[in-house]
């Protein structure tokens, strides 16, 4: 969390330049290398790592406590940090998932006020070209600047290229609730457990949901909710003989405790 208004513990630059630039290495005035803030809260969530990214938190850890930086950390996806053992883990990853939905907030003040500062409301269009695009990261940069805040960094200000394929899958809670709504209600679900396991039925068969539940477009608790209230209104109402429904909805909810636990 970067608080744009008060004073805090830590007041210091955050320096971008090993990233690159929209410039192709070569700074200029323009170039948006380092960044200052006031930096008050980390927030990261829990995952399972390989002894990589333990030695990377474990430094993250060291530098916060360092500067006095609170890292708060959150478990979003039912992983359990150091188990000694895997007996009791489902349970517990059932039992998260069991609590509600947290609302959504009523506010977002400070994030607003950020963007407004930075005059950043809308990413850069697609339909630029990269030259354009670079010198439009430079304009906004200029702004930010010139509004006495921090710039945000784009694609383009990292010398990435933007992704331009029209066939790729578009982000946002909203595609994630069309996806999720098709895979139940719409009975995309129906053989699931043999659709998962072919290229030609599985983008069909498939719920789709991966992307959205690794960028936190979607919580796992909305999906595993979504599933058990279907399984509860198959259960109660009428048999279907020979139907597999039920088991595709077990099978799906098998793979999400899984992608949990490795």
């Not at 971008?16 to 948006?32: K, M, R, V």
């Not at 009975?187 to 539940?213: D, H, M, Q």
Request: aromatic residues 8%; hydrophobic residues 30%; positive net charge.
């Amino acid at each position: 969390i970067f608080e744009t208004l008060n004073p805090t513990p830590f007041h210091g630059k955050v320096d971008c330049s090993h990233l690159g630039s929209s410039t192709n290495g070569h700074e200029t005035d323009d170039t948006p290398s380092r960044c200052e803030y006031n930096l008050k809260c980390i927030m990261a969530h829990w995952e399972t790592g390989n002894r990589v990214a333990l030695e990377r938190t474990k430094r993250v850890e060291s530098w916060a406590a360092k500067h006095r930086v609170t890292i708060k950390w959150f478990n979003h996806t039912g992983v359990f940090r150091e188990l000694k053992t895997r007996d009791g883990w489902a349970a517990k990853w059932k039992r998260l998932m069991e609590r509600p939905c947290l609302p959504p907030p009523s506010s977002l003040q400070n994030l607003c006020l950020c963007l407004n500062q930075t005059s950043m409301k809308t990413p850069p269009s697609t339909t630029t070209t990269r030259e354009a695009s670079a010198s439009e990261s430079n304009s906004r940069s200029r702004r930010a600047s010139s509004a006495g805040a921090p710039a945000f960094l784009w694609e383009e200000d990292l010398g990435i290229d933007r992704d331009r394929k029209p066939e790729a899958m578009g982000g946002g809670e909203s595609r994630a609730q069309e996806l999720l709504r098709t895979f139940t209600e719409g009975k995309r679900s129906v053989g699931y457990g043999k659709n998962v396991s072919s290229p030609n039925t599985a983008w069909e068969g498939c719920s789709r949901l991966s992307p959205y539940l690794t960028w936190g477009h979607i919580s796992l608790k909305t999906v595993y909710k979504a599933i058990k209230l279907l399984r509860m209104r198959l259960s109660a109402g009428p048999k279907v003989k020979g139907s597999t429904w039920p088991r595709d909805l077990v099978a799906f909810e098998a793979r999400l405790r899984w992608r949990s636990h490795f």
